[in-house]
């Protein structure tokens, strides 16, 4: 049995991975598994050296294994960073985006950023998205460094930062987005 974080030991024994909750405190599960290594080497162990900066923040790795043994029930929010959205999404498997869905549906947060977002939006067909967002995505190879536009957010204050464009999605959304949906960033082309 090959286990990402030993989520699980040989006799089946679910370990605890997150502390428990906390006031002030933010359990984020880091995708890492399949497809989420991007093309500029800000992968899964970055992301959550970013986010370890941050006290309010218990950042940990997470892999399929880890999802379908369980780990969400620990933590407060998913993270699904860039990379491949196919291979994200096949990494999960059906019963792993299920877990995703449920866990976001019970109230758990979502980040997805560039694959994570594709991830996280209506399939077209030929794909398996989770469908958490209600718009129709395409893509863009565009590479260059561009504004970054933050809105007033859990993530900070509005502000403006200079910002590598490396691809990523185009969202056209279906219908009003309700309140579920914040829309942190934007990059301002």
Known sequence: MQLHLKMTDE??????????????????????????????????????????RDPGMHPELVGPNEILNGVLDQADVLVIGGGKATPQSEG?????????????KNGGGFVGICAGAYLASNSSGKWNHLELLPVETKGTDLGCKTPLVWSESPAGTARVESADLNGGPIFNLMEPVSNSVQVWARFQR
């Open 11 to 52: 006799g089946g024994d679910k370990l605890q991975l997150f502390p428990a909750a906390r006031a002030g405190m933010i359990r984020v599960a880091v995708y890492d598994g399949p497809g989420a290594q991007n093309g500029i080497g800000r992968g899964p162990a970055w992301l959550r050296a970013r986010l370890a």
């Open 92 to 104: 999960l498997g059906k019963e792993g985006r299920e877990r995703v869905v449920k866990f976001v």
